[in-house]
């Protein structure tokens, strides 16, 4: 079974310029995750998908930072305008389901955004 | 903010057991306790969850006390692929909330 792929894996850009990461999860996996992990620390959540509606984007940086999900498969990340601090690795994850019983989410390789 | 609190490192000599211990003292009555890993460069990978029972897998034994407040994850016989960060976190369906994990460094 293929995993969740991501890229790309790597990118360098300059502050204020744009950014877009993709992620194809899991088939049939209709929840999909995107995180964020800073250097030294543990992933955080930036937004949940179910299926093509948004879950949860309590800690997404909404002026800077967007999301979708077209057709509840591939979901693209992108940040406009990037900062420094938005330096980390952005790692998206999917699982069967993502409300009532729990379901192993499965990671990405992550794609690790330098921004200079 | 993390609900959790771990060690932010440990050692272990290959072929020993790795008990890595985890502080989730305001875990609700209805929150798991979900364990994962990412090894350097790498994602986290799942290694197993539990409500109020103890757990094994072929990876690992989870261990939860009585009053929930605590839990500790073994690794029965750790070898050099277990070095990783392994992340203790609590939460409802599958929503993870990752602390600073715990770093485990297997030696020979």
């Known amino acids: 079974e293929a995993g969740v792929a991501q890229s790309p894996r790597y990118k360098i850009i300059e502050k204020r310029q744009s950014v877009a990461f993709w992620c194809n999860p899991i088939?049939?996996?209709?929840?999909l995750y995107w995180y964020q992990q800073i250097l030294g620390q543990g992933p955080k959540l930036l937004i949940q998908?179910?299926?093509?509606?948004?879950?949860?984007d309590s800690q997404l940086p909404k002026d800077r930072f967007s999301a979708e999900r077209l057709k509840g498969v591939d979901s693209t990340l992108k940040i406009q305008p990037a900062k420094l601090e938005d330096s980390a690795v952005y790692l998206c994850a999917s699982s069967l389901e993502g409300r009532g019983a729990y379901n192993e989410q499965f990671f990405g390789p992550g794609t690790r955004l330098t921004v200079l | 903010d993390a609900k959790t609190t771990q060690p932010p490192s440990m050692d272990c000599a290959e072929g020993r057991a790795a008990n890595l211990p985890c502080n989730h003292s305001?875990?609700?009555?209805?929150?798991?306790v979900y364990w994962y890993r990412q090894i350097h460069s790498q994602g986290p990978q799942y290694i197993i969850h539990?409500?109020?029972n103890n757990e094994t897998n072929e990876m690992a034994s989870l261990i939860i006390t009585e009053d929930r407040k605590s839990s500790t994850l073994i690794l029965p016989h750790a070898t050099l692929r277990d070095t990783a960060v392994y992340y203790c976190s609590t939460g409802t369906a599958s929503k993870l909330t990752f602390g600073t994990g715990t770093r485990l460094q297997v030696t020979l």
């Open positions: 998908f179910q299926n093509n509606g948004v879950v949860d």
């Open positions: 305001t875990i609700s009555g209805n929150e798991y």
């Open positions: 539990g409500l109020k």
């Open positions: 088939s049939g996996h209709a929840t």
